[in-house]
């Protein structure tokens, strides 16, 4: 049920600019290092679309993945401000963060999201697909029946399932500090790759990170929990110095 290759996705959100390359490299520089180790794990990093070409032209890392925070999900049209999910891999984007809790508070349902990923998928971009639940769905018990209906509304058999990432981000957990107790997350990551190896028919079990007030202090909690295949950073993942040190203190 576990992969033995561990994901560290960080999600810059709208920060980052071009001086933030130096983010990038020290990063590449602790990688570089740390694989001498006989350490597997994979690095994505999701930036602002205004940076992902830069970057992506200016680092030369096997490190090191580019993705993007989110993306429309036609292939070009008369939508002001958007990005397609054709824009992203042309800028050389590989991944692509979708359903994200915060773009569902702007607007996302799970039929949306649907779109996005077909488009997203049809560019063969990577899909780290965000799923989770509020903290009054925890308090009434819906947190599976949530996580159930956004897998099932969003995800279709007939997409290529072994690009998409799943990312339990429980929405409460989010930036608060609050996070999962250890069983809960072992039962809730044993449902998540239960239902969707049942529901979409696949051999393997999926890939499922834990996203949530990730940061170097908290990460030893999860070494302990072998379901959890990788983790999506938010605020720490902005530092360098705090990214590294997740990835780190993890293997300590």
Same mark, same amino acid.
């Given at each position: 049920?576990?992969?033995?290759?561990?994901?560290?996705?960080?999600?810059?959100?709208?920060?980052?600019?071009?001086?933030?390359?130096?983010?990038?490299?020290?990063?590449?520089?602790?990688?570089?290092?740390?694989?001498?180790?006989?350490?597997?794990?994979?690095?994505?990093?999701?930036?602002?679309?205004?940076?992902?070409?830069?970057?992506?032209?200016?680092?030369?890392?096997?490190?090191?993945?580019?993705?993007?925070?989110?993306?429309?999900?036609?292939?070009?049209?008369?939508?002001?401000?958007?990005?397609?999910?054709?824009?992203?891999?042309?800028?050389?984007?590989?991944?692509?963060?979708?359903?994200?809790?915060?773009?569902?508070?702007?607007?996302?349902?799970?039929?949306?999201?649907?779109?996005?990923?077909?488009?997203?998928?049809?560019?063969?971009?990577?899909?780290?697909?965000?799923?989770?639940?509020?903290?009054?769905?925890?308090?009434?018990?819906?947190?599976?029946?949530?996580?159930?209906?956004?897998?099932?509304?969003?995800?279709?058999?007939?997409?290529?399932?072994?690009?998409?990432?799943?990312?339990?981000?429980?929405?409460?957990?989010? /930036?608060?500090?609050?996070?999962?107790?250890? *069983?809960?997350? $072992? !039962?809730?990551?044993?449902? &998540? +790759? =239960?239902?969707? #190896?049942?529901?979409?028919?696949?051999?393997?079990?999926?890939?499922?990170?834990?996203?949530?007030?990730?940061?170097?202090?908290?990460?030893?909690?999860?070494?302990?929990?072998?379901?959890?295949? /990788?983790?999506?950073?938010?605020?720490?993942? *902005?530092?360098? $110095? !705090?990214?590294?040190?997740? &990835? +780190? =203190?993890?293997? #300590?």
């Amino acid at each position: 049920m576990t992969n033995k290759l561990k994901y560290f996705v960080g999600n810059w959100k709208m920060y980052g600019n071009f001086s933030s390359l130096r983010i990038i490299n020290q990063i590449h520089r602790f990688c570089s290092r740390f694989k001498k180790n006989g350490i597997k794990d994979k690095i994505i990093l999701c930036v602002p679309s205004t940076l992902i070409y830069f970057f992506t032209t200016k680092i030369k890392s096997k490190f090191i993945s580019i993705g993007a925070q989110n993306c429309h999900y036609q292939r070009s049209g008369a939508f002001t401000g958007s990005v397609s999910a054709s824009m992203l891999k042309k800028s050389g984007a590989k991944y692509v963060i979708l359903g994200h809790s915060e773009n569902r508070s702007e607007g996302d349902t799970n039929q949306v999201i649907k779109k996005k990923i077909e488009s997203a998928l049809d560019q063969k971009l990577y899909v780290i697909f965000c799923i989770g639940e509020t903290i009054n769905e925890k308090k009434k018990g819906k947190t599976f029946s949530v996580i159930r209906k956004q897998m099932k509304d969003s995800i279709d058999k007939k997409y290529n399932l072994k690009s998409i990432i799943i990312a339990y981000e429980p929405i409460w957990s989010i /930036g608060t500090g609050n996070i999962p107790k250890v *069983q809960e997350l $072992k !039962k809730s990551f044993r449902f &998540i +790759k =239960n239902e969707f #190896k049942k529901n979409f028919k696949t051999k393997t079990f999926p890939v499922v990170l834990y996203g949530g007030s990730v940061n170097d202090g908290n990460i030893r909690a999860f070494s302990s929990i072998s379901e959890i295949d /990788g983790f999506l950073i938010g605020g720490a993942s *902005q530092s360098s $110095k !705090k990214f590294i040190d997740i &990835i +780190k =203190n993890y293997y #300590k």
